[in-house]
């Protein structure tokens, strides 16, 4: 992953156990961190992209291996904390059958 990128470059790449990039997706700007799990790979930004455009203003997002997101912080949980920073982020569970649509 690439944690800067200008417009909408794709900047995640999905490697093979050769080392082979088999699949890449634009995944915002200023990424801080990537987890990968079962449910798919969260990027999380720091201020850069929180305040400025597109899918990285979200704070904390989960992408699927095709790079659609499948959860986004602001847009899902309108009423929790705002995220300015996300510096680090592990895997744990998750429940998104009770996320907002």
Request: with cysteine; net charge negative.
């Amino acid at each position: 992953m690439n944690a800067r990128t200008k417009g909408e470059e794709h900047n995640l790449f999905i490697m093979n156990i050769a080392g082979e990039v088999i699949r890449s997706f634009y995944c915002g700007d200023a990424v801080q961190d990537i987890a990968v799990s079962k449910d798919g790979i969260w990027c999380s930004y720091f201020d850069e992209g929180v305040f400025g455009e597109g899918i990285s203003t979200e704070g904390l997002v989960l992408f699927d291996n095709t790079g659609s997101p499948t959860f986004q912080y602001h847009s899902h949980l309108p009423d929790a904390p705002s995220i300015a920073d996300c510096y680090a982020i592990c895997r744990g569970k998750i429940h998104l059958e009770s996320r907002r649509e």
